[in-house]
Structure formats: C-alpha cells, structure tokens
C-alpha cells in the first residue's frame, strides 16, 4: 500500500506549479477554484481526471486506499478546499467511496461479464403460473428474523430517519391529529400528491397532483393496474428474470404469463419484446427499467424510448414498476418509461417503501387520463382509501425539505454498502463469478460458477442461518438455476462479511464436489 501511495504522489509532485503555470491554473487565497484559462475546467476537474486516469490504469486498485486530503495537500501546490471537490467529484461518480474514519477507498470496477441467460425451448410461449415447493420455503425463510438476511431487499431501520418521524408526530397539531383518523378521498391527500408531482417535474410533462392517486404501497397499485387489463386467461407479457412476489399475484390471477429475457446490461431484450407483441395476444405489459430487480439493470433512454413507441403502436398497455428510481448513484434521477409515452397507455407505479418508510406503506399510480378513472374505482373498491394519518407523516417530512436531504445521504451509504460488498465478493467467492455492479438501488445480481446450483446453495447455507435468494425465485417456469441475488440494504458488518466468507466456502464446495 505504502509503495502504491509513493508513486502516487510522486507522479502528481512532478506536475505542480510549473504545471499550472503553463496551463493557467490559479488558486486565490480563499481556497476557491479557478477555471483553466485554456481548457475552461475547473482545477478540481482536471484534477479528478488525472486521478480517475491512474485508477483506470490500475496504478490503484479496486479497494486501494487513497491518500488523505492532507497528505496530498502536502506534497502539491493545491489547496485543500480543490482536493476535497476533486475527491467529492470521484465519489458522486462511484470511482471512489469513505470508509468511515478512515478515508477515500478505489470502488469497485465493472470489470465482469454476464453472458444473457439462454433460451429454453418454451421461450415466448404463454403460460399458466404453477411454482414449485421450493418457492414457498424461500418466501418464507426470507421472513425469518432470527436470520442473517442477505436475499430480501429490505432496508435495514439503522438508515431510517426514525426520530426525525417522531419529531413529525410531536408536532402534529390537534386539527391535524382529527384529520388524520378519519378517511380521506380515495385519490389520497391533496398536499402528498402535490409534492409527489413536483418530484416528476422535468421527467414527465405536464404532470399534476390530479394525475396521481396515492395506494397502499407498491404492491397495490401493481395490483390496481392488473386488474384493470387482465381476466381469468388473459396473456400478460413480464420480463425474466423479475420481483418474484408479481408471480404470486398473476398466479392468483390465473393469467397466462409470456416471460422476455432482460440482462442486467441492457434490461429487456427489445427483439424478444418486439416478436411478443406482434405474434401473441398480449394485454398488457409489465417492465421495471430503473434498477431492476433482482437485475439492477438501468435501461437507456434510447432503449426506453423504443419499447415505449413498440408498446404505444400496438396499443399494448405498460405497467411501470419505478419504485428503485430514485436510488441512483449518478448526478440525475433516470427518466420512467412514461416519459416517453405519447398514446396515454403507461402507467407508472412506485412507493416510498424503498426509500423512507417501509412501514408506512404509502405507494402511488400514475395511470394517465385514459385511465385514471377506471383505476381510481378499483382502489376505491380495493381499500377505500390509504392510511390518512401516514399520509401527513410523509407530507410534513417531505415539505420540510427532510426527504431531499435523506436521500443525497442514503444514496451515499447505500453505494457505499454495495461497494464493501462486492469487496467481500471479490475477495472470498471464487474468480469465475459473474455480475454487473449497478448505478443505483442495492441489489447484487450474482451468477455462479458453471455447475453450482442455487438451490441446493440456498439449503445449504439455511441450515447456517443465513438466507439468499436463489435465482429459480425469480422466474414462473426453470431457469436461472446458477443465479443468486444479495441484497446490500443492511450496514455492511463483521456479521455480514463472515456471512459472505462462508458464502464463498460453501460455492467452492459445490465447485470440487462436480
């Protein structure tokens, strides 16, 4: 390490003042950067990118630590001031993350590859949802507390802002408090939904609080939104691998479901989509573009917006699951699907469940003018009306600005989390796992050395308390049998590191027994 940080240095000493002066850098006593004169960057840009090029060098590697503020103040003619942006900077990009008390570590690099799943023969065949046994043991073990829980995508309550919500509660006033138990309309609070579209603002135009309807968490208003496009013998088109609780649902339903192929790269495959849509009798569609899960896929807007104009002239109603959206790493939140939609047929569905408050279960809809009046019925048929007195929690803590702040932070730690456990990853699995480190949420999609069967990992490490969730979950039919998901929403510790190391063992197992 040490040797590391002695070349590092070395290399940024050699081009200091004579540097800046040829180039027209200049630092005004205050410790403000400056724009190159030439360039019309920043000093702390140029600088980021001369340490964003060592890192792509491999001069540091994934994990290395960096050196402080203070020892690179010392042997450079920069203040401290441009050394902490530049830093900052590399951090917002995911190059670079802190360890608490410690310092600036190299993040990890998307240095793997994962190949696209293959096709079965019964690919792009509708069928009838009929899951295994073993679909019910995951569900449920995914529930056990006593548990260490690395398959759920749960968000641990240390990263909720739990006394900021007492603090709400305290100061409710008595009026407020008679307000909020009783029911409210069936569309939800007036204040919530205009503070839920003022977050769409410059993603989806012309969005007002009339366009939204406030559900009982996610979950419901998936639900609302299948029910008012699906029958008994209905096809619905899915993308695999997917959120293995909407499988439960359309088996309820007892629906025909046609499952496209998505790769934590690119998300769906649009040509499998596209080949759906034209041969099948599809109702409608559901796709999750923004983080997907159990993928953690980010879909492009170039890709976003052909399966949005595939589904819009074939008059294919899609059903937007966006509830990881705003857990991105990078500078913007990611567009939804319904961004791009012209014909009115996309509606998007999201909660606060991942973010703030997944107890609380306040979800939304966005159904659209075509359709809004029709969902509105079924949730008013459905539960009357979401929680009032949870409504006015989430209003008052968005209203404050306490939500905008909460979530620059959580994103922090939940990067920071991913990072430390693709380390462990990368450290106690063996080489030849594959996966895609995402730019948002906080899920791990992992494929395993060829031959090691997630199920028969899964029942093995049951058996020492620790839960994962294997890839077969994930799907209504086979496949995905050398797939785990890890999810990275709980602080990484000492008891999740050894969880991880006997992970690993457990892998390498299997790898010698074959």
Not at 167 to 182: F, M, R, S
Not at 351 to 374: C, D, H, M, Y
């Amino acid at each position: 390490m040490f040797g590391l940080e002695l070349i590092y240095l070395t290399w940024f000493k050699k081009k200091d003042t004579d540097r800046k002066k040829k180039e027209g850098y200049r630092i005004d006593t205050s410790g403000v950067m400056n724009r190159n004169k030439k360039n019309k960057k920043f000093l702390y840009e140029s600088l980021a990118e001369e340490i964003q090029l060592k890192i792509s060098q491999q001069v540091f590697q994934p994990g290395e630590k960096l050196p402080s503020v203070r020892e690179m103040h010392k042997v450079m003619n920069n203040s401290i001031t441009t050394i902490s942006k530049a830093y900052e900077l590399l951090e917002s990009k995911g190059l670079i993350f802190v360890k608490d008390r410690s310092g600036y570590y190299v993040g990890p690099q998307n240095n793997y590859k994962m190949e696209r799943s293959k096709k079965g023969k019964s690919y792009l065949t509708p069928k009838l949802i009929r899951r295994s046994g073993i679909v019910e043991d995951v569900l449920k073990s995914l529930g056990d507390e006593s548990k260490i829980q690395l398959g759920v995508a749960y968000i641990s309550p240390e990263l909720l802002p739990s006394n900021q919500y007492l603090k709400i509660l305290k100061n409710l006033t008595k009026k407020e408090i008679k307000k909020a138990i009783i029911f409210d309309r069936p569309e939800g609070l007036l204040k919530l939904r205009q503070q839920i579209s003022l977050k769409y603002m410059g993603l989806i135009k012309g969005i007002s609080p009339d366009d939204i309807i406030i559900t009982n968490g996610c979950t419901e208003a998936l639900v609302i939104c299948l029910m008012a496009f699906l029958q008994k013998g209905d096809t619905v088109a899915i993308e695999v691998p997917s959120f293995y609780g909407i499988f439960t649902i359309l088996e309820n339903m007892g629906v025909f479901v046609l499952e496209i192929p998505a790769s934590p790269e690119q998300g769906v495959d649009f040509d499998a989509l596209k080949t759906a849509v034209k041969s099948k009798k599809i109702k409608c569609c559901i796709l999750n573009s923004n983080f997907q899960n159990p993928l953690g896929s980010l879909t492009s807007d170039s890709n976003k917006k052909k399966v949005v104009k595939l589904l819009n002239d074939n008059k294919v109603p899609l059903i937007e699951d966006d509830i990881y959206s705003e857990l991105y790493y990078e500078k913007q939140r990611p567009c939804p699907l319904k961004s791009f939609d012209k014909k009115d047929l996309v509606l998007t569905c999201s909660s606060f469940s991942k973010t703030l408050a997944p107890g609380l279960r306040v979800g939304w809809v966005i159904p659209g003018q075509k359709f809004r009046e029709n969902i509105l019925k079924i949730k008013s048929g459905i539960s009357i009306s979401t929680s009032t007195l949870d409504q006015y929690i989430l209003t008052k803590f968005i209203e404050t600005g306490l939500y905008d702040k909460h979530l620059r932070r959580f994103r922090n730690i939940l990067r920071k989390q991913l990072h430390l456990v693709v380390q462990a990853i990368e450290k106690y699995f063996p080489e030849e796992i594959r996966m895609i480190i995402p730019k948002g949420g906080f899920l791990l999609w992992i494929g395993l050395p060829k031959g090691v069967n997630s199920v028969e990992l899964y029942k093995k490490l049951l058996k020492e308390n620790i839960v994962i969730l294997p890839g077969p979950v994930c799907t209504s039919s086979e496949g995905f049998e050398e797939y785990i998901r890890l999810s990275c929403g709980s602080p990484f510790d000492d008891l999740m590191e050894n969880a991880i190391k006997k992970i690993g063992h457990h892998i390498r197992l299997s790898m010698a027994n074959k």
